[in-house]
């Protein structure tokens, strides 16, 4: 199989200390393949779960091993790991990181090309070489494909001998039924002993196609988030002998450990244990096979799970959306086993494709490896399938519950890859989150209640990036039945900011109240972030009543949209970049009830309030322009301003290095690391106390910056952004697939997927039925959330000729257009499902 996968990213011994690649789907929770073959973070009983292994650190933890023989007799025994690297030798008792007992193989590298993570492993003392694949289906626009409970490990081993070899393969578990590492205990020594378990029973299982152990717990209360059933098992085949076993000795002073290593090294077959003597016992699952010199043969093993209870941020239980479609774990794997082949199939031609695309390679490693977010614990799914999202994940919570509007505006993943996940978010924003005078709460609480689940406090940002998200859920799906339900909400929503005492209370176009922001706190008077937030909102609503034959609203949109966007290059520019002008409210009586949350209200002095930008020069003052930019909708403010703003934070906030850097706040580049800052100013003037996070970086708000360069044909400055960012996630310092801000995981980061749309100039509307590329050579992937494909654009002379392929999906198109003024026009439109190509000559 490796053969076929596509390699992105390749990183060395000397880079895989902090690599963990999320195996796992869409809202189901995951466990992490890491650089040197390891099982880690193991997150599939819906808590965050970082650096827990279901055991206590030390050799019990679960692993794979390998036993060869030959002709001869001559055996070895080794874990399938790399080394230890030299950071982790230190520990109070001697056990730092999981099996440092175990022989190891002395050679490990990583390759990763997103959902697949490749580690190979040789020693010199081993007849074989090894590669471990893991992954996961991930097939855009099909999420419920890249939503199985399950993370597929298949060993590629390889005789490098001149003998034929006997090779078995093991893998290895404890049943962790009811342990999912937020209960724990500590002994004399001080250790984290997770707890939870109770009734735990390892069963054996044969079918016609699989053979395994299911495990599951007749003890653990069935309202716990940790219970459910788990299972590992493996495809029969002819050439294979299984084995297995349930349980081990008894675990006192590690022996069951001991047992199986003794039992396994003997022969590489397992003889059961006739009584399960722990409370949680060990599994043992092992494929004896035969290889002739120079042969390679394929061990494939399935983790699947079930773990139906999730509470969230809900105090009330919940039931995740997978568990809905599978009975337990081992209805997981005799679902899916036959529906495997293709779904590989499928997601290597995502993955394969995306590769051979032209788009530079910081560009696709930076949109490819944030996809994992869209798998971790960051994000979830209910019983009728609407998705949800904390900010990320800290290690053993979520991070800032709600699916907060405010983080969720700046990525364009989910909706460009799925979707109809991304309109379920846009449905529990309008129809649960927002009251009936429009104040949306930038926060939902669950469980869902209609129009009463926001929180109290609405934020200006979040608030109008629903609007522009609505619009672009809109023009993806073509869904117009989903503008008309949600069309009386919409400017509902829209027409919160003219409230009195409120953002835009004297509705001119101008953002002069006080406005809650993504920043955590509260901006007094016009400023850029919510005021190009507030123009997009402002033409996108103009475009949806236009549709909606609502005159009146369209006109007031429009005008609003004239004068606003005139006055903020007025008053704002400052001729190098936008900044915030103070304007306080004459009280705080004249703060409309829900845009300050009530604790900060009386502590706030209007004389001089705290955490401002004021002549800063904000990293994303232009996030409203990046989003206008991704949805078609033009420029928001002059088109010179936009350039010379982004040239300027490229000029003043970005860093060469962060040795001379002060920072009173969290690090998220150190070192000799290079950066945007989130703020600078460059000519004084800087608040005694600005907003907190000035000083920090962060890499959701530097993609925005660096996709706005490449809007603006800042291309070297927009790439150097990118991969800037990227080079800071390099597996030693940093894990590649976990981009983090207040949490692992973190949602904003997929802004990265915009960065695709941008190079590839790439713009689809599902109303008009129209698609849109750069006029320039090269090979692009493009996927509007409900299809995808290729588009290879060549030029001879003047002329164009494109070659237009669905690879999934179907698509409708009436108008096809290449760069700004070549247009191809399909008469009666034109109907391509999966598997069909279009031809085109410009």
């Known amino acids: 199989m490796s053969e076929k996968i596509n390699i992105l990213k390749r990183y060395d011994k000397d880079h895989l200390h902090r690599i963990a690649l999320p195996l796992g789907g869409i809202g189901t929770g995951t466990v992490s393949l890491g650089g040197s073959g390891e099982l880690r973070d193991w997150e599939v009983m819906n808590v965050p779960a970082k650096g827990y292994s279901t055991v206590t650190t030390g050799n019990d933890a679960p692993f794979f091993a ?21 950071a982790d030798y230190q520990h109070y008792e001697g056990r730092s990181v999981n099996h440092h007992g175990f022989p ?30 893991g992954y996961n289906p991930f097939i855009p626009a099909d999420a419920d494909a890249s939503g199985i409970p399950m993370a597929i490990l298949t060993y590629e081993v390889k005789n490098t001998s001149d003998q034929e070899l006997e090779v078995s393969i093991s893998g290895n578990i404890r049943n962790f039924i009811g342990k999912d590492g937020s209960k724990h205990k500590s002994d004399w020594k001080g250790d984290f002993i997770p707890i939870g378990e109770k009734g735990n029973i390892n069963q054996y299982r044969s079918t ?39 349980s081990s000795t008894k ?25 399960q003597q722990d409370v949680d016992p060990m599994a043992s699952l092992a494929v004896l096979k035969t290889l002739k010199p120079g042969e390679t043969k394929t061990f494939t093993f399935y983790l699947t799970w079930h773990f139906p209870n999730r509470y969230a941020w809900s105090a009330e239980r919940l039931t995740n959306y997978y568990a809905t479609q599978y009975a337990d774990a081992w209805d997981v794997i005799e679902n899916q086993i036959d529906r495997l082949p293709e779904l590989t199939d499928k997601t290597l031609k995502f993955s394969n494709n995306f590769l051979r695309s032209s788009y530079p390679e910081e560009i696709k490693e930076a949109a490819l490896f944030n996809l994992s977010t869209l798998r971790s614990q960051t994000v979830f799914r209910i019983e009728d399938g609407k998705m949800f999202g904390w900010e990320g994940v800290m290690d053993r919570f979520g991070s800032c519950f709600g699916s907060c509007t405010h983080v969720w505006n700046y990525e364009q993943a989910t909706p460009f890859l799925f979707s109809d996940l991304a309109k379920t978010m846009r449905e529990v924003e309008f129809d649960y989150a927002t009251r009936e005078n429009g104040h949306m709460g930038f926060r939902t609480k669950l469980p869902l209640e209609k129009g009463a689940s926001g929180i109290d406090l609405a934020a200006a940002d979040g608030q109008m990036g629903t609007i522009m998200k609505f619009y672009r859920e809109w023009q993806l799906s073509g869904d117009s039945e989903f503008l008309k339900k949600h069309w009386p909400k919409i400017k509902t929503v829209l027409a919160y900011a003219w409230i009195e005492n409120g953002w835009d209370a004297d509705a ?20 850029p972030q919510m005021q190009i937030w507030y123009l997009g909102a402002l033409i996108a609503a103009e475009k949806m009543a236009d549709f909606m034959d609502d005159k009146a609203f369209a006109k007031k949109c429009k005008k609003l949209f004239s004068y606003g966007s005139k006055w903020t290059d007025n008053n704002l520019f400052n001729g190098e970049y936008f900044v915030h002008k103070i304007q306080v409210p004459e009280s705080k009586d004249a703060i409309a009830k829900g845009l300050v949350g009530e604790h900060r209200l009386k502590g706030l002095d209007l004389n001089d309030p705290y955490y401002q930008l004021e002549t800063g020069c904000l990293v994303d003052q232009l996030v409203g322009q990046y989003m206008a930019h991704v949805l078609g909708l033009g420029y928001l403010v002059n088109e010179d301003n936009v350039k010379t703003a982004l040239l300027s934070i490229q000029k003043y906030n970005k860093r060469e290095t962060m040795f001379e850097h002060f920072n009173n706040m969290r690090s998220y580049a150190m070192g000799d690391e290079k950066a945007l800052l989130m703020a600078s100013w460059p000519n004084g003037g800087r608040p005694t106390i600005p907003f907190p996070y000035w000083s920090e970086v962060m890499t959701g708000f530097e993609y925005t910056a660096g996709i706005g360069m490449l809007y603006e044909g800042m291309e070297q400055e927009g790439l150097e952004t990118i991969k800037n960012i990227r080079d800071r996630y390099d597996g030693l310092k940093r894990n590649p697939f976990d981009e983090a801000e207040c949490g692992h995981h973190y949602a904003r980061a997929m802004a990265s997927w915009a960065a695709v749309i941008a190079a590839g100039g790439f713009l689809y509307s599902g109303v008009d039925k129209t698609i849109k590329f750069k006029d320039k050579p090269g090979s692009y992937f493009w996927s509007n959330g409900s299809a995808w494909g290729m588009c290879e654009v060549s030029k001879d002379r003047d002329d164009f000729s494109v070659n237009f392929e669905v690879l999934h999906g179907k698509i409708e198109l009436k108008k096809f257009q290449l760069g700004e003024h070549k247009s191809y026009n399909f008469k009666g439109g034109k109907l391509l499902s999966e598997g069909e190509c279009a031809s085109l000559r410009f």
């Not at 390998?66 to 030299?86: E, R, V, W």
């Not at 002395?106 to 471990?132: N, W």
């Not at 006192?252 to 009584?275: C, H, I, P, Q, R």
């Not at 001119?508 to 400023?527: A, I, L, R, S």
């Open 104 to 133: 190891r193989f002395r050679e490990a590298f990583f390759e990763a090309t997103y959902p697949f993570g490749i580690v190979e492993l040789s020693d010199k003392t081993m007849p074989v070489k090894v590669k471990l694949i």
């Open 66 to 86: 390998i036993y060869t023989k030959n002709k001869n007799g001559t055996s070895n025994t080794k874990a399938l790991l790399g080394p230890i690297h030299p």
């Open 251 to 275: 675990n006192d002073w590690y022996n069951a450990t001991l047992n199986f290593w003794d039992d396994f090294s003997e022969d590489g077959l397992l003889v059961e244990k006739d009584e």
């Open 508 to 527: 001119d176009g101008v953002m002069e109240g006080v406005q809650h922001n993504t920043m955590d706190v509260e901006y007094y008077g016009p400023n």
């Open 208 to 246: 016609e196609k699989l053979q395994g152990i299911y495990m599951y717990s007749e003890s653990v209360d069935k309202d716990d988030a940790a219970w459910g059933t788990f299972a590992i098992s493996t495809p029969k085949s002819e050439e294979g002998k299984i084995t297995y076993r349930t």
